[in-house]
């Protein structure tokens, strides 16, 4: 698909109210709903825009917080839905997420339920959660959406925190019958700036793991704010295609929209291109000039600008920002150096007496 003319994936949230604590969320959840978030009208009016401009449509993930919270969420499935959308949930496991609700999303027609599990056991997931018993509600809810038919993606943070989990997560994820895992690289971004961080070799290493490990497995395995898992692939798994393809990152084939209407690159990265009940979502991912220099490998700098790697890669543009202030600075977790790459020697010159 034309990476240019729309997402392949676009994650809405719905709202920033959600019953969990987690220490990485970059929403900073709260309790409560915003009196200001988008209304089910406007909700609908951004559906129509997507279905009637963009072919082929996104994949729409409706996430939160969590959008359980929002009372007219089965509303606003059975919109996308019946607009041919392709419709995944991202709930929160709270004692709101019942197997009647999640009865209903397969009856409504949802394709998708993401479940978070962070690590094997409840001393990993639990404490990452802030809540007790959610390692247990969540491996639950997992084998309920598996039994109602839907497709199971398990999404994994990782962090300081989590990174000794993630074999043992490999073994879970097989046992859940997942359809998809997808590995996220905490960016650190709203409550996850205070997160102990993995070292740019502990990435490395991990992305390697994986790439070696999704050789292993019939599901789909992804890193998320890691795109240099790309150059991992091509590095350890020879004849592999996909990674000769442009990654699907920030502002290229991805885009998200937060619980006010402000379209922005993805959720680890809140700058905005402009708001939905302005203008249309199509128009914002194809012409403003936030997304369009995302999408230009040549902005890139430092190590990605020089990287023969940038075109199928470019590194997180999200994690650049969060650790850089610069949306095109090199990518703070991957170790990689390009091949006659040099430091660029300091410009200022000695004073000689
Ligand atoms: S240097 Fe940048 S573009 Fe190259 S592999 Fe690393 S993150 Fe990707």
Redesign the pocket.
């Known amino acids: 698909m034309d990476l240019e003319q729309g997402p392949h994936v676009l994650t809405w949230e719905l709202t920033r109210a959600c019953g969990l604590k987690c220490r990485h969320c970059r929403a900073n959840a709260i309790p409560r709903r915003n009196a200001r978030e988008l209304s089910l009208s406007e909700v609908v009016t951004v559906l129509d825009d997507i279905a009637s401009t963009l072919a082929p449509p996104p994949l729409m993930v409706f996430t939160g917080g969590d959008p359980v919270e929002r009372s007219d969420l089965s509303d606003i499935l059975r919109a996308s839905v019946a607009r041919n959308l392709h419709t995944a949930v991202s709930p929160s496991v709270t004692p709101l997420l019942t197997r009647k609700v999640l009865e209903e999303w397969k009856e409504i027609g949802v394709k998708t339920v993401s479940i978070s599990i962070d690590g094997p056991s409840p001393a990993i997931h639990d404490r990452f959660r802030r809540v007790d018993g959610t390692f247990a509600a969540s491996i639950e809810r997992a084998r309920d959406v598996r039994d109602l038919g839907m497709g199971l993606q398990v999404n994994t943070s990782i962090c300081g925190d989590t990174l000794p989990g993630v074999p043992g997560m490999g073994e879970l994820v097989k046992d859940l019958g997942v359809t998809s895992w997808e590995v996220f690289f905490v960016v650190p971004t709203g409550r996850g700036r205070v997160l102990p961080k993995i070292t740019r070799e502990a990435t490395e290493s991990t992305l390697k793991w994986l790439a070696t490990y999704a050789q292993t497995v019939r599901f789909r395995v992804t890193a998320i704010a890691a795109?240099?898992f790309?150059?991992l692939i091509l590095e350890n798994v020879p004849g592999s295609p996909w990674p000769k393809f442009p990654a699907i990152r920030e502002a290229q084939g991805f885009a998200f929209i937060d619980h006010l209407g402000e379209v922005c690159p993805s959720g680890y990265l809140p700058v905005s291109a402009g708001n939905v009940r302005r203008t249309p979502f199509s128009k914002l991912y194809r012409d403003s000039p936030l997304f369009r220099q995302l999408r230009d490998p040549n902005r890139?700098q430092?190590?990605?600008g020089?990287?023969?790697?940038?075109r199928i890669?470019?590194?997180?543009r999200a994690r650049a920002y969060a650790v850089t202030g610069d949306l095109q600075a090199?990518?703070p977790?991957?170790?990689?150096?390009?091949a006659g790459w040099e430091e660029r020697p300091s410009l200022v010159l000695p004073v000689h007496a």
């Open positions: 795109p240099q790309r150059r890139l430092g190590r990605c020089a990287c023969e790697y940038k890669c470019g590194g997180s090199e990518d977790a991957c170790p990689y150096v390009p």
